[in-house]
C-alpha cells in the first residue's frame, strides 16, 4: 500500500521545509520587486509653490533644502545674538552657518558635551563641567554663568538638530525656517517676551501638564514627581508653597534677553550648575525637570502658555487665519507618521493595500501643510508682523 502522504497528494513530511523555502524565494524577490517598483512610482511630489528639492527629517515630513540668500538684505541694525547650541561630538551643525543672512550681528557658541576639548573658531573652550550631565540644562547655565558679564542683546538656546520634532509642522519643523522669522526686536525689548519658548504648541504642554502634589505612583509622566523637590534645592522653595500646576510648551529650546537672564545673580547659575552635577538623579530627570523650570527661571512663572495663533503671527509672521489651522495642520502632520509606517517594505508586504493608500495621502498631506503655512506667511507679511525671514519658496 502507498503511504498515506502519496496517496493524497501531500508532500512528504522531510521534503515540506524544502518546498516551504522554494516558496519564500520566489515569493519574497516578487514582493519586495513590487515594494520598490511602487515605491519608484508613487514618490511624493512637491508641490508647485515648492520650488526645492524634497528632504525629510526623521519623522517623515517634508521639507525642503534651503533657498538661496536673500536677494533683499535685512535693515541695518545694531542687535547683537548669540546662537548657543547644545550638541555632542557626533552632530553635524553646519546648518546654522545659514541662518548669518537672517539673524544680525550673529555669534555661533556650540558647546560639545561629550568632548574633552572642544573650540569655537575663536578658540575659546566650550564644554560644560562634566560630559553627559544634566542634558542641555547644564549647557545652558555655564552658559548664562560664563558669559553673565558679556551677554549679546538676545541669546537663543537650542539643541544640535536642524529638523527636530521640537519645532512643530505650523513652523514646517524646520529650525531654520523658525530661527529666520523669529521677531528678535520683541524679545530684546518687550519685557513680556523677554523669555520666549521656540516651540508654541500647546500638545501635550498647556495649560496644565505636572501637578506637584500627586505621588509618583499615580504620576504617568516620570518626571513629574521631581518637579517639587527640584523646585524646592534650586529655588529655595519650600513644599507648602509649591505652585501645583506646572504648564509650558516643551522643549528646552528658547530664546531670552539679556535683561531677564541678568535679573538673576551669576552665582545662582552657579547653583543650578552645581546642582546638576551632584543631584543623584538620571540625566533622563534633570533634563526634564528643568523644562519646567525656565519660565520660572526667568519669569517667576510656573505656567507660560501664550496663545498659539496669536504668538505663531506675533513672534514669527505665521499668521493663520483661526485658531483651528494651526491645530489642523499639527495633526495633518501626525496622521503622516503614522502612513509612513505603511510604506515600511515589513508592513507593505502584508498589507499592500495600506501601502498604496499611504503612497496616495501622503503627497496630499504635505501639500496642504505648505499651502495653510505659506498662506500664514503671505497673511503676516500683508499684516506687517514678524520680519521677512527664509520663506522656502512661499
Known amino acids: ?50 520650488p526645492f528639492a524634497p528632504a525629510t527629517d526623521d519623522d517623515g515630513i517634508l521639507f525642503h533644502l534651503p533657498p538661496p540668500p536673500p536677494t ?39 558647546y560639545v558635551s561629550d568632548a574633552d576639548n ?20 547644564l549647557i545652558y547655565h555655564t552658559y548664562f554663568h560664563d558669559f553673565y558679564d558679556t551677554l549679546p542683546d538676545v541669546s537663543v538656546l537650542i539643541h544640535s538638530h536642524e529638523n527636530p520634532w521640537h519645532i512643530e509642522p505650523a513652523l514646517l519643523r524646520s529650525m531654520t525656517f523658525a530661527l ?19 516651540r508654541v504648541s500647546w500638545k501635550e504642554a498647556c495649560p496644565a501638564w505636572i501637578n506637584t502634589t500627586l505621588p509618583a505612583s499615580l504620576s504617568t509622566k516620570k518626571e513629574e514627581s521631581f518637579v517639587g ?13 509649591w505652585p501645583e500646576v506646572f504648564g509650558g510648551t516643551c522643549c528646552s529650546q528658547f530664546a531670552v534677553s539679556r535683561a531677564a537672564i541678568q535679573r538673576n545673580p551669576k552665582t545662582q547659575y552657579k547653583k543650578h550648575m552645581d546642582w546638576l552635577v551632584n543631584v543623584g538623579w538620571s540625566d533622563y530627570i534633570t533634563g526634564r525637570v528643568w523644562e519646567h523650570l525656565w519660565p520660572w527661571l526667568f519669569r ?62 501622503i503627497p496630499e498631506i504635505d501639500g496642504t501643510i505648505r499651502m495653510e503655512v505659506a498662506e500664514a506667511v503671505k497673511r503676516g507679511e500683508e499684516e506687517g508682523k514678524g520680519r521677512k525671514g527664509l520663506d522656502f519658496g512661499f
Open 1 to 50: 500500500m502507498l503511504p498515506r502522504w502519496y496517496r493524497g497528494g501531500i508532500l512528504p513530511p522531510t521534503r515540506r521545509p524544502r518546498f516551504l523555502l522554494a516558496v519564500a524565494l520566489i515569493l519574497v524577490p516578487f514582493l519586495l520587486g513590487l515594494h520598490i517598483r511602487h515605491h519608484r512610482d508613487n514618490q511624493p511630489t512637491p508641490p508647485p509653490w515648492a
Open 72 to 110: 533683499t538684505p535685512l535693515p541695518s541694525t545694531n542687535l547683537t545674538v548669540n546662537l548657543v547650541i547644545a550638541s555632542v561630538a557626533a552632530d553635524n551643525t553646519s546648518w546654522t552657518e545659514q541662518l548669518r543672512p537672517y539673524l544680525p550681528n550673529l555669534k555661533i557658541i556650540r
Open 118 to 137: 572642544s573650540y569655537n573658531g575663536t578658540g575659546l573652550l566650550l564644554r560644560p563641567p562634566v560630559p553627559r550631565k544634566g542634558r542641555e540644562a
Open 180 to 198: 529666520s522669522r523669529l521677531n528678535l526686536n520683541r524679545i530684546a525689548t518687550d519685557e513680556t517676551k523677554s523669555y520666549f519658548n521656540l
Open 229 to 241: 523637590p527640584a523646585l524646592r534645592a534650586n529655588f529655595g522653595v519650600q513644599r507648602k508653597d
Open 300 to 361: 517667576g512663572e510656573a505656567v507660560s502658555c501664550p496663545p498659539e495663533r496669536e504668538t505663531y503671527c506675533d513672534m514669527y509672521g505665521v499668521c493663520f487665519g483661526d485658531d483651528e489651522t494651526p491645530r489642523r495642520v499639527n495633526e495633518l502632520a501626525a496622521e503622516r507618521r503614522v502612513l509612513e509606517e505603511q510604506v515600511e517594505l515589513g508592513h507593505e508586504i502584508f498589507d499592500p493595500q495600506a501601502g498604496v493608500y499611504a503612497r496616495k495621502r
